[in-house]
Every structure is written in structure tokens, then in C-alpha cells.
């Protein structure tokens, strides 16, 4: 499934780098872009996991009709925040922090590039 995500993370730079149609800046925004669609998808697949478990629980499964707690593995290799039943694990903080940061590198300034690409089509 991770390398699902990265294709369709990297599509835009992917094609970008075979067909050679944006220039470097696009480029870094692209990268940029691929960077922060990875990390939420990475991020929303394992809460949904987590969903699932609570609201469609497996016979088979211990922690069935449960949502996160501290002993499963995605909290408790760097941590977790307890907020009443369940907790957040750190690594989602940091992960939508630094897909935060990545989706504002890739549409800062964006209507300039925009704007730039226009004026040199009309030459």
C-alpha cells in the first residue's frame, strides 16, 4: 500500500520530471506537494484503521470495539497523549505539523508563479 501512496503522492513531479513542463520552481512545489500528500495519507489510513477496529470490531481481535489506547504499537514507540478513553499518538502531531509545513511550501506565493507563467505565454 505504501507504494500506492507514493505514486499517487508523486504524480504531479513524476510526470513533471519525464515530460520536463514546469520549470524548477514548480518542481520543489511539487516535491513539496508530494512530501505533504504522503504524510496524510500515511496518517489517515492508520487512523482509519483505528476507526475501524472501534466501530466494526473482529471476533478475533482482543481490543475489538476499542479506539487507540497507549499499549498499541502505533503509540507507543515515541509516545502518546492521553485525551479521556483514547490517546494520540505523537507522530501524528508531528506528522500533520510537517504536512502542514510541506502544503504551505508548496502554495505559498502560488498565484505569482501563476501570474509569471501567464506573461511569459502572452510573449
Not at 44 to 55: E, G, H, S, T, Y
Not at 59 to 83: C, E, R
Request: hydrophobic share 50%.
Amino acid at each position: 500500500m505504501f507504494f500506492i501512496f507514493i505514486l499517487i503522492s508523486f504524480a504531479a513531479l513524476i510526470d513533471d520530471m519525464t515530460l520536463k513542463i514546469f520549470g524548477k520552481n514548480k518542481r520543489s512545489k511539487a516535491l513539496f506537494l508530494g512530501c505533504a500528500t504522503l504524510i496524510s495519507a500515511i496518517l489517515v489510513k492508520d487512523f482509519a484503521w483505528f476507526v475501524n477496529r472501534w466501530l466494526v470490531p473482529l471476533d478475533s481481535d482482543p481490543k475489538g470495539g476499542l479506539f487507540m489506547q497507549y499499549p498499541d504499537w502505533t503509540s507507543m514507540h515515541i509516545g502518546a497523549i492521553n485525551v479521556g478513553n483514547f490517546v494520540i499518538p505523537l507522530w501524528y502531531v508531528l506528522a500533520r505539523g510537517s504536512a502542514t509545513f510541506a502544503y504551505y511550501a508548496a502554495f505559498r506565493k502560488y498565484d505569482m508563479y501563476s501570474h509569471e507563467q501567464d506573461i511569459k505565454s502572452e510573449k
